[in-house]
């Protein structure tokens, strides 16, 4: 890599895979590369997963050339937790059930987590005791010794409506802490109400945290020792990172938090706003939404049942760069789901020219039981697998430089005997290969566009991963969407981690909620990342009020210090202008400029929809919103544009609502609302009720100069 002058300050990510532990460190002031390494994950050694940690933040630093001192932020993502889940290696979980009547009737009903199904053979060990008067010290002390006794390592504290009155459950912690016994309470896993999911996710939770937090202390310790100053931070599986002393009290947030590392670096280095993320590795395919800026998250499974787990969409394909081909009856059949790697052989198109020589056609088993028509070589240099990166390099899709780029003569040698026997030319064979693997990821994302209601015109599809080369270029030509690979894809994950900011999700079931409750949920997520360390002046809040669920949900995220990245050069308007144009399917000259901030400029085009009947249509502004560095931040297929000072916005906001206000059979429904404010785009389209839409917005704007510009972007709900 080409050395860079010693930087002032460091951003360090680490990413823990199964295999490999990856560290990045990225200039803090320009968000720049500047190192990389790989060391394999260490599993088996006494201090586990830490010592790998420490080994590659130990290298990094060393070839960056630069002193622990200058790390003003350090991160990193796990799979040690999944993998817990996944291999059912989890701790004994005493349930502690509190009430009497009925509700002790509901928490013994909780042994059946007893039965929540890990892995194959492994269930959830559970154990259970009952405490009926939680406000007698000496009952609430023999019923943590109970269930101690009866095996437990960790205790979870149930009692049926703790969201609304937690003292029982707090009793509970306040006992099993006195004793040195690590707990979970359900009211702090989550305040959403339904008791079987709420225990099912602190039991979950319960059942990782010894683990945890021993990996945890031994982590802690070792930055400590090399002299690191900045606090620890840990990827979460909604794309933020959490502090270290929140992550002790709840590991869960780790789980499934790999993809969620890819999907941050697309977000925070590549800019992405509208579009579908695809990580590439060499048996999977890990596939995810950004929409207006924002990743897409949904209660999570765990053990084939529902919990409360805020975790990031991902759907999961089983096509990577190195899938293995498979044929029957002279085409090809499928693409995967087994790879090379399971196979134990080496990619065909890695391999000299030479050792391709005389190559034919074999077929490999890759596990007992899997069929038997998965393909490798036979060639001079011994056998080597046919995978999609071979297609891929054959076709000439992958870019030059990129980290699946193999040489193109080894990668049509190996294809040769393919196209042989489909009765076809090499790039014929390779375009066979590619449509029959892309079918099956097109499939998924053609799902996620529609669920999601994503904006074609405004959409990428961006690629991340050592194996992006090999879906992406080619998804985008079959689907005619824009598509690009993210720079230095093999290590967007531990990039990711590196840029990512801190989060917190605040969910509180309200029925009829007043605009108190509303912003006091706000202040709640807000406070929260402030706690774990994001600077107050660059906290973002994202509020959504759903009145049939009666749930209020605010996610605030911050960054650990106020970014202000320096920019090596000056933005071109008129390039602006015509990514704007492209992205709107408009001639530059059609587009304008609707209004604007020392932030923000906002661009777009009237149109009237195509069709016979196109003059009678009404016509529709869609919209963009570039920032400084000339990103589309915001896109809107229709929109209004009103600028305004923040002194005057109370006033006119208060109309523009009212005018823009729908009613129908269920209600009355604000517009969708975005502020251009100052750096921020506050972001309140998840609010339907206007008096709560305007109190967000004067919560947003209290901090701004009266005669500062602030720009409204509304959608009418139809």
Known sequence: MTPHPRPSAIRVGIDVGGTFTDAVAVSARTYE???????????????????????????????????????????????????????????????????????????????SLGRLKLAPGRTLPVRYTGLRSPDRPEEVRAAVTRVLEDGA????????????????????????AAQGVPVTTTHEITQLY??????????????????????????????????????????????????????????????LSGPA????????????????????????????????????????????????????????????????????GGSVTDVGPRSAHIAGLPYACFADPADLADARLATVRPREGDPDDYLALEAAGGRYALTLTCAANALGVVPEGDYARADAHSARLALEPLARALGTDVEGAARAVLARAIARVRAVVDALIDDYRLDRDALTLVGGGGGAATVTPFLGADTGLDQRICAHSEVISPLGVALALVRESVERIVP?????????????????VVEQ??????VEVDVTVDPRRNLIRAVATGATELRAKDRAGVVDPEAVLAAAARSLGVAADEVGELAGTAHHRVLGARRRPRGPLRWLAR?????????????????????????MTVGDAPAVLARLVDERTSYGDGGSRAPAVWLLVGPRIANLSGVLDEEQLLSLAATELRSRAPGETVVAVMEERR
């Open 619 to 643: 016509e529709r502004t869609p919209v963009r919103v570039v920032d400084a560095e000339g990103v589309i931040r915001l896109h809107s297929p229709d929109a209004h544009v009103d600028p």
């Open 33 to 111: 590369l500047l190192g990389q390494v790989k060391v394999p994950t260490s599993h088996d050694h006494p201090d586990g997963v830490a010592h790998g940690i420490m080994s590659a933040l130990e290298t990094l630093l060393a070839d960056v050339g630069v002193p622990a001192t200058d790390v003003t932020f350090l991160a990193h993502g796990t799979t040690q937790a999944t993998n817990a889940l996944l291999e059912g290696d989890v701790a004994t979980v005493g349930i502690v059930g509190v009430g009497r009547g009925l509700d002790a009737w509901a928490t013994r009903r909780l042994r």
């Open 261 to 328: 590392a890819g999907v941050a670096g697309a977000l925070m280095s590549e800019k992405v706003s509208e579009g579908v993320f695809l990580e590439t590795g060499g048996t999977s395919t890990d596939i995810s939404v950004i929409r207006r800026g924002r990743v897409q998250v949904r209660h999570a499974r765990l053990g084939d049942k529902e919990t409360y787990l805020p975790s990031l969409d991902v759907r999961t394909v089983g096509v990577g760069g190195g899938s293995l081909i498979r044929l029957g």
């Open 194 to 255: 339904g008791l079987a999911k709420r225990a099912r996710t602190a039991v979950l939770n319960a059942g990782i945290m010894p683990r945890m937090l021993e990996t945890a202390d031994l982590v802690e310790q070792s930055i400590a020792k090399a002299g690191i100053t900045a606090p620890l931070m840990v990827m979460r599986c909604d794309g933020g990172v959490m502090s270290l002393a929140e992550m002790r009290g709840r590991p869960l947030l780790t789980v």
């Open 512 to 528: 009829n909620p007043t605009h108190s409750d509303v912003l006091t949920a706000r202040t709640e997520a807000e406070q929260a």
């Open 533 to 538: 360390g994001a600077d107050p002046a660059g």
């Open 153 to 176: 390592q960790v205790l979870v504290a149930v009692e049926p409506f703790s969201v609304d009155d937690p003292l029982g459950e707090r009793a509970v912690a306040d006992e099993a």
